[in-house]
């Protein structure tokens, strides 16, 4: 099986979901998908998406360099086993601090997040 075929469902959900500037590529085994997607709720779909083809990342096949588009607005729905530390990891620049403070309105208590709640990512 070819990477494109083993990421065949990554590739399509992109272009189902408008990655615009989409870049598909293999070069020397390995799987570059470029794009921009619209939101931060897209982007983390995708990569929700490739977890579920490759569960602990080890397969090192893949590149998946997404942006999110200018002026969109970043979210993050959280997820069973999240806290504010381990989802700011997911966000070069951050700490968890810029993300409880950004979601003061929904956080009450920093170490109580709930799955299914939609949090306002900061721009750094």
């Known amino acids: 099986m070819g990477l494109q075929d083993k990421y065949k469902a990554l590739v399509d959900a992109a272009q189902a979901q408008g990655v615009a500037d989409l870049q598909v590529r293999e ?3 390995v799987l570059y998908i470029d794009g921009t997607a619209s ?3 897209n982007k983390q779909s995708l990569w929700d998406l490739y977890e579920t083809i490759n569960p602990d990342f080890r397969d090192s096949d893949l590149v998946l360099n997404l942006a999110v588009a ?3 607005e970043e979210t993050y729905i959280v997820k069973s086993g999240d806290n504010l530390s381990k989802i700011a990891k997911k966000y070069p620049g ?3 601090k810029d993300i409880y403070e950004a979601n003061t309105d929904r956080i009450k208590n920093p170490d109580l997040i709930q799955p299914g709640w939609e949090l306002k990512i900061p721009s750094k």
Do not use: M, P, V, Y
Request: hydrophobic share 40%; no cysteine.
């Open 70 to 72: 200018a002026g969109a």
């Open 27 to 29: 070069q020397e085994g």
């Open 39 to 41: 939101s931060s709720a």
């Open 94 to 96: 951050l700490s968890w």
